[in-house]
């Protein structure tokens, strides 16, 4: 009988305390499981930034590539134009256009700013139209026209001549003829072979 009193007494005894240990167990694995989660959830605030810097390496990897693909495009029309701006040069060097139409006119040139014009015409021109001056074609056939007075040293000539432009021309009745050479474009002929431009007219 005194067995069974001291094993309840024993167990009484022993039963707060196990329950103290399971409350002290739970506690500790809380703990440990909330310490678990937090670095979890700090890497995941540092990511943003480490994700955006790629994005940005990105865009000017893909800036590069662009950029050399225009210059190898502007390389390939340079020398696919090579040789038609070099004879387009060359084309620039002389004026000799005939006309045919209605007028009365004559002209002389020594450069643009000394030129003399007296007259008016309205014809079709034929041949070489002289300097072009800007990236256009040289038309061998045209449309001409030109009128009044104009006797200058400082102004301009008229029919869009070239700046460093010597010639004459005449029209009288329905025929006229239109001839100069320009220097300056000699210059610009041989410019060219080294891709140089002074007059600024290559395509």
């Known amino acids: 009988m005194s067995l069974r009193v001291l094993l309840l007494i024993a167990f009484a005894l022993a039963w707060p305390l196990a329950g103290v240990a399971q409350e002290e167990m739970e ?5 440990s499981a909330a310490e678990e989660a937090a670095p979890e959830e700090a890497p995941s605030e540092e990511a943003a930034p480490e994700e955006a810097a790629p994005e940005e390496t990105a865009g000017e990897e893909s800036a590069a590539p662009e950029s050399m693909v ?12 090579y040789l038609p701006n070099r004879v387009f040069d060359l084309m620039d060097v002389v004026r000799l256009r005939g006309r045919v139409g209605p007028g ?19 014809s079709v021109g034929v041949g070489l139209p ?36 010597v010639g004459a021309l005449l029209h009288v009745i329905l025929v006229g003829l239109d001839v ?7 210059l610009d002929f041989a410019a060219g072979f080294l891709l140089m ?3 600024g007219d290559d395509f």
């Open 130 to 165: 002289g300097p072009r001056g800007e990236p256009k074609l040289p038309l061998p056939l045209g449309f001409d026209s030109a009128g009044g007075m104009q006797v200058s040293m400082v102004g301009d000539a008229p029919n869009g001549y070239g700046r460093t432009e």
């Open 180 to 186: 100069g050479v320009d220097p300056g474009e000699v």
């Open 70 to 81: 225009e210059e190898q495009q502007n390389l390939a029309t340079r020398v696919l134009l």
């Open 197 to 199: 431009d002074p007059r």
């Open 27 to 31: 506690s500790q694995t809380e703990e």
């Open 104 to 122: 009365f006119a004559l002209g002389a040139r020594a450069t643009r700013p000394a030129s003399l014009f007296l007259g008016g015409y309205a």
